[in-house]
């Protein structure tokens, strides 16, 4: 056997195990040329198109939140103006309902208000006799229409603020 052992290590020496034949790197070389063929045509442009189209997409979905956000600064800006002029108009109607409210009453604490016997303006009691009284009057037959009641056929010693329309009263037995 020892003989035989400088021949194993003279093809061990010729032969290195790390270094392939020249035939599998021939070989090795055309199928990753053929993968690297067929990647660069046909997946390489499928990965193109899908993220172009993803950042179109994006792209797209930033500009429309961009204009629903400008839209929205718009509407916010329409709301305050709205709600501005709202207050203002509210404030407007509170004065003038304040300043009537003060007509009404001086006209109330003035001498002038009250009538020949000294007396205070006829109240809502006085108000109600007078259209009882003038009721037959008005409609001679039973079947009264209530749209005549608050323009009238009837006088009313009242103010027209309390000019007070009949009221169909329903019992119910409770």
């Given amino acids: 056997m020892p003989m035989h052992a400088p021949s194993i290590l003279a093809q061990a020496a010729q032969h290195n195990p790390l270094i392939p034949k020249t035939f599998d790197i021939v070989w090795s070389v055309v199928c990753v040329a053929i993968i690297t063929i067929l990647f660069w045509k046909y997946v390489l442009p499928r990965f193109d198109t899908v993220l172009a189209q993803r950042a179109e997409k994006i792209e797209g979905g930033i500009e429309r939140a961009e204009q629903i956000q400008a839209d929205a ?60 009284r003038s009721w037959p009057s008005c409609a001679p037959n039973s079947a009264l229409s209530p749209s005549l009641w608050p323009g009238g056929c009837w006088e009313s010693p009242c103010p027209p603020m309390a000019r007070i329309r009949p009221r169909w009263r329903v019992f119910s037995p409770s």
């Fill in 73 to 132: 600064q718009a509407a916010l800006a329409r709301y305050t103006a709205g709600l501005s002029q709202a207050r203002g108009d509210a404030a407007r109607i509170r004065a003038h309902a304040r300043t009537q409210g003060e007509q009404i009453l001086a006209e109330a604490r003035s001498p002038r208000s009250r009538n020949e016997t000294g007396s205070s303006p006829p109240g809502p009691a006085d108000c109600r006799r007078s259209v009882r």
